[in-house]
């Protein structure tokens, strides 16, 4: 089955919302700095009409002004950023649960197979352009790897889609440095082994040999050189977790209760999971003992539920195997980590 990941990426983020909350901004050479405005101060963003003089991200504010003596320079106001950061997550997030945050102003998505990606891509730049009044630039692609990378060479505005099967092909004339995770290092070890400029030179390079000189490392970029990235989203909800737990006021020796607090917590579990629509892969059982040692203890299922039963039969279980009856219990929890999506069969079949 076909992939439809998006890669979204804003367009000189900061510098853009300074210009939103100030328009007479729009249009000029525009510097954003971090940690002093004055010389000592690093560029942390420039507007697209200030890296025409070769202003860039990391560079020291004394370079940048010499290079663009009219520059605005403004000092970064993080809170602000993150404030419209958030906004465009939660527009995403309206358009599919299957998003991945992966910096401030970066995120994959994916678009189940019965939906039109592009279509889904343009609308997203329309939406964060008309509603949140910021541009990005968005590539659509059967991964994460070569989305991207997509990504990078259209800004800004750009939009652009690399079908399926071609993914080789588009990456073969870029420079390996383009490759997420060729640093400096890797790059200088490739480029004297084999003389490798290109993706494509690294697309020739012999599998076998690269996974001798780098490892895993090795394996990663003799598929990245192909274009090939299995990778599933990562979703916040993925990382999220539902717990409930319970200090007792008296500290509990008896399995019974225990049994009864268990059942009781693994009940409300079930229902907030069944709330937000969620099913847990893995079921977590928590022990505090009265010397206030700690202890988590966890089962993974086969198949993801949110099935009230299933959970207190699985933390029964947990409590029967680790709890060391000999100790009296303070604290008892019980949780549902690793969420999924209720309805999300097809990404299901991915992670698996
Ligand atoms: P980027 O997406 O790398 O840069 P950008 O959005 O300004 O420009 P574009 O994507 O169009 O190339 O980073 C997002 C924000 O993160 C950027 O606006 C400012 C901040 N940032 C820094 O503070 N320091 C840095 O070195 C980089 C690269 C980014
Ligand atoms: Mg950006």
Redesign the pocket.
Known sequence: MTRQILHL????????VEMLLNPALRGKPLI?A?GDVNTRG?????S?EARKFGVH??MGLREAKRLCPQAIIVP?RHAI?SEHSQRVMNLLREMTPLVEQV????AYLEIEAARDGVAAAREIQHRIHDELKLSC?IAVASNKLVSKIAC?TV??RGLLVIPHGDEEKFLAPLPVGKIPGAGNVTRAKLKAKWNVETIADLARVNADELRAQFGKHGAYLADAARGVDDSPIVTDRATKSISQENTFDRDVRTRDVLEKFLDEMGAGVARELANEELKARTIVLKLRYEDFTTITRQVTLRAPTADETIIRKHARELLRQHWDSQRAVRLLGVGAHNLVERDATWQLELAL
């Open positions: 990426d804003l367009d000189a983020f900061y510098a853009t954003v971090m690093v560029v942390a963003t420039a697209y991200s990391a970064a950023y910096s401030i102003d970066e630039t990078n800004k800004p």
